[in-house]
Every structure is written in C-alpha cells, then in structure tokens.
C-alpha cells in the first residue's frame, strides 16, 4: 500500500503528499505534518493514524469539522477513493488497488509411495547464505514477486520465474491454512503450472514427500538413480518423475506452504545448485506469499464487514443507534419486503425510505412519497389511486395516480396513521392482491411496487381503539425499525449542525466558519423535541441572522437558550442574567395567580402551552411544587 493524500481543490491543488510516519496532524500550526494557511481550519484540525492495516481519521475537536465525501464525522475508517474536506481544500485519500486474480486448480495427492533414487536433505537455515549466489536471479524474482498482490497471480508468476532457473517440467506451490498450528497443518490451496501447458489440474503431486518438506522444514532433492535411497511412492513410479524438488516456504519461523518442481525428462537432472537456488527464492517469496494472503484476506474481511454499510444514504450520524439504522436498511433494501418506520415527528424516517430504494433493485424506477395527512380523504384517494375522466367534478381528464406512476418502484406512505377507514380497506387490497381500480373506474390495474410507510402515532394502540385495521397492520409490519430521537444520540449533534451550518453557509452564501463551544453546548444540551428537523431549521435561523463568520449563541432561537439542561459550557453573564429574571417573573405570576397555569398565563399575556414549555425549559416544577 502506498498511503497518499492528493489535493483536488483548495491552495495545495494538484500537490500529492505521502504518509509515511503516524500519527499524520493536518492543520493551521506549522509545527502540522500538513500546515493549511486557511482561516477556516483549526490549528490541530485533523489527524491521521494507522491502525494495523488501516487508515483512520479523526476530527480534534476543530471549530469547521471535517468532511469525509461530504459527511461530517468524528472518527472513520478511511478507504480508497475518500474524499476528505478540510477547510476550504479537498484532498483524495488514494491506496494501491489490490489484484485478486481468482485461478483454481485441482491437484491429485497420493499416499502409497515407492520411489527410488538419490536423495538430498537441506535444512531451510543453511540455504540462506547461498543467497548472494545468482544474485541477478534473485533480485529479478525478489522484485516481480514482491509488486504482485494477487495470491493466485504471485503463484503463477513465481512458477513461471522458478523455470527459468530450473529445468523443471512441472511445479506446484501449495499452502497451509491461515493461522493453522503446527500439529494441523494440511495444505488449503494448492496451484500447479506446467512449463508448456500453463496451469494443469492433471499433475499428481507426492502426499508423503510435500508433508515430510512441511513438517521438518526441510528442502528435499530425489534424482532418479537406481540403487540409491529412496521415499516409497508408487504413484510417483506410475507418473515416471525423472527428478523431484520440494522447499518448505518459511514465515517467521512458521511453515505457509511448500514450492515442488518435478520432472519427468530421462536427460534432466536437478542437482545441489538448483536445490540451493529454489531455497532461497522460497526464503524471499515466503514474505510476498502470506503478504499477499494478508492483503486479500484484509480486503475479503473489510467487505464483509462494511457490507452492512455499503449503503447510499443521506443520514449524518456516527452513533450506535445511526449504526443499527444503517444496519438494518443494509439487511432490507436487497429485499421486496414491507417496511413499517416508527418514529417521533422529524427523525428522518423519509431518508431512511429514501435509502433504502436508493440500495434496492428498484433504485433506477420512481421513489414516490405522499403525506396521508397533508390531504383530505377525497383527494387523497385520486392522489393515491387516479381517477377516470367525469368521475367527479373537475375530473376533466384520466389522471393516473401515484401508485400507478411508481410502477416498478417504490411507494412512501407517510403518516400512515393518519389513513381513513375507507382508505385502508383500499390500501389493503394492494397489498394483498397487488391491484387496483381508479376512482371512477372499472378495469383492476395489476402493480408491481414496494411499499414503505412511517408513522409517530403507536399502531398497536390505534387497532385496539379501532381506528387502525388489525390485518391492514400485519400487512404493514413486516418488517420494521423505530428511528431514534436526536435526544438518545446527543453524540451527533455536533455533526449534524456541522452539516447543516455548511449546508446553509453554501446556500445563503455565507462564509460560516463554525459553531463556537458556548452554542455546541446550548445544542447538546437540548431536548429537541423536533428531532433533527428542529436542529436543521435552528441552524438554518442562525446562519441566516448571525452577524459573524461564527454561530453564537444568541444566534440560536429562545427555546434552545432557555433550556437550563446545559452539560458542558457555563453560560454568558447576559444568558444567565436574562434566565434568572425569565425564572423571576415566571414564579412571580404563578405565586399571584395561586398555582393557577391560566390565570398566571392571563397575567404574563402568554399561551398556557408556552408558559408550561417555559417551566419545563428553566426547570422550575420542584421550585412550584413547595
């Protein structure tokens, strides 16, 4: 891998930088291993560090957050092809693409073995000294082999060298499990090559011999001669090897795998030299081979790992509760099944329908989202269903509804809660039988269309009320989540208005620089009964009416600045003075009015609601109570 990070926009375009030594510190100090003359970058903005073989990123607490494609986080994984934004640069985090040639062959193995020949034992230790001898060879090999990632590809490519050195006719390179202990050890994978043939799946290769190379870490030598000392294989003797040569491959003083050379040419011979030349070239290749294991089984794992979350999705988040969102949607969107989202109002239950038809099968077909509250029964059923020209007044022509128009897509049924009875009955047999008539129409409509609904109210208490059908339920819940409130991830806070301040700065065309301590504690701190549609429209209203190039906190609306729950940052003198005197007068009304909530709201010329909002923001119920 070669770690870089190449700068796509901002002051350093087009310049490339190398990582090398970690921890990586990016930002406006100079003492930075990457300094940013940037304003808008803090002065320890981001680091980098590496963690194994991995590569992560975490924001230091900087006023701006960083960007990975466009998502503010605190801590992540790094991949190639990243987009990290720092500031006002942009830079691309780039790695070597690994080769994963996928070639598969099928070797015989024998066990009755009668062999008879000469035969040569060197012990892997002694081999290492001769490595200086055919130097010119071992570079080339030590050079080729060390550029490949592929296993399959390494293995072919080292065969294809090893002929080059020696006359053999065959080879084969087998391997040993990953991780396997030395009393287990049994060959997992095995390639052979002939010199002519290229990759051969008919060559018989000695059990007896490649076990005994494997276990002693011996390299073996037989030469055909008559009379001499012999590994008993009769198979072997039906194949007619005129020679055999077998190397263990040691890693870290572990045995990975075995090289075997053979031949069957009767004017061929392997001699000392060869035997000593393949040992080393086995002691260099062994480093590539389990690099190149490590490598595949890396990438193997990281896709098995991040397929949950190889997803497209709008939501901004990095909490465990956005983790098991993102989880789930990975597990549906495959899939035609229903889903039913729960959630209170403003959690985002429309980016997750949005997600998970944007991962489905049915992502280049129409998303169609309709609010069965916004209208009334009449018009929804045309929204829904369509209708036929003079089915009512003001049907002047044939309307197709949108059912209809999201043929082969998805269908967002929000507030399904909402629904009437006559709808429901409707709703139902679509999902039931999969089609439908228009308004005013005779002739069934067949359908093929996913449906996703949401709703805040609680269903199961709708059916026992009798406001909800029972079946139309089950039809719904097939499969469902609850969406978490912003309050139960306080964590992503910061990223979300992060976000939202940039998405806004961009919008209204206004340099925003970041959201000072004081404010991030006012946000963190609040309840946010509007969920993430409330904190989008607070930092909407501050990016719109702030007056510096950083939100305060007078920036922010009333209702957050009264909340009293504030878990970090002190107040200002002003905010604090101006609740103790809110707190004042409100306990003052209450004590003329005699613990009276409208009369006290009469006096104060507020609603009751917001004089109730009031006492629970300053926290003033224990003080009425005595």
Known sequence: MNPRLTAIAGRLKGAVFSIEDFPVVIGRETAATLCLADASVSRRHTQIEKENDQFVILDLESLNGTFINDVPIKLRTLQHGDRVRIGDSQFLFLLHESDTAALSTSIQFDDAHVVSGSTLQIKFDDALYLMARDLSALMKI?????????????????????????????????????????????????????????????????????????????????ANQPGAPS?????????????????????????????????????????????????????????????????????????????????????????????????????????????????????????????????????????????????????????????????????????????????????????????????????????????????????????????????????????SQGTFRQDLYYRLNVVSIEMPPLRNRPEDIPLLANYFAAKYGKRCNRRVMGILPQAQARLVGYDWPGNVRELENAIERAVVLGSTERILPEDLPESILESASIISEPATKYHEAVMQTKKQIILSAMAQANGNFTEAAKILGVHPNYLHRLIRNLNLKDQLKK
């Open 231 to 463: 590994f008993e294989s009769e198979s072997l003797v039906r194949d007619r090897p005129h020679s055999i040569l077998c190397v263990p491959l040691i890693m870290l003083d572990r045995p990975v795998g075995v090289i075997y050379l053979d031949t069957r040419e009767p004017d061929v011979d392997f001699d000392k030299d060869h035997l000593q030349l393949v040992t080393a070239i086995a002691a260099i290749s062994a480093v590539a081979i389990e690099n190149a294991r490590h490598i595949e089984w890396l990438v193997s794992e990281n896709q098995r790992l991040i397929a949950d979350f190889n997803i497209e999705h709008n939501l901004v988040g990095e909490s465990e509760a956005v983790r098991d969102v993102l989880q789930f949607i990975s597990k549906v969107a495959p899939t035609d099944a229903t889903v039913l989202l729960f959630g209170e109002s403003g959690t985002g239950k429309e980016l997750a329908a949005r997600a998970i038809h944007q991962n489905s099968k049915r992502a280049s077909k129409p998303f169609m989202a309709v609010n069965c509250a916004a209208l009334a029964e009449s018009l929804l059923e045309s929204e829904l269903f369509g209708h036929e020209k003079g089915s009512f007044t003001g049907a002047l022509a044939q309307k197709k509804g949108r059912l209809e128009v999201a043929e082969g897509g998805t269908v967002f049924l929000d507030e399904i809660g909402e629904l009437s009875s006559a709808l429901q009955v409707k709703l139902l047999r679509v999902l039931q039988e999969r089609e439908f008539e228009r308004v005013g129409g005779t002739k069934s409509i067949k359908l093929d269309i996913r449906v996703i609904t949401a709703t805040n109210r609680n269903l199961e208490e709708a059916v």
């Open 142 to 222: 030590s050079t080729t082999v060390n550029a490949i990632r592929g296993v399959e590809e390494l293995r072919k490519t080292l065969l294809a060298l090893l002929f080059e050195v020696v006359p053999a006719e065959r080879g084969a390179i087998l391997l040993t499990a990953e991780h396997a202990k030395d009393d287990e050890l049994e060959f997992a994978s095995v390639f052979a090559l002939h010199r002519h043939r290229g990759p051969d799946q008919s060559i018989k290769i000695s059990r007896t011999i490649t076990k005994t190379v494997l276990q002693q870490r011996e390299s073996i030598l037989i």
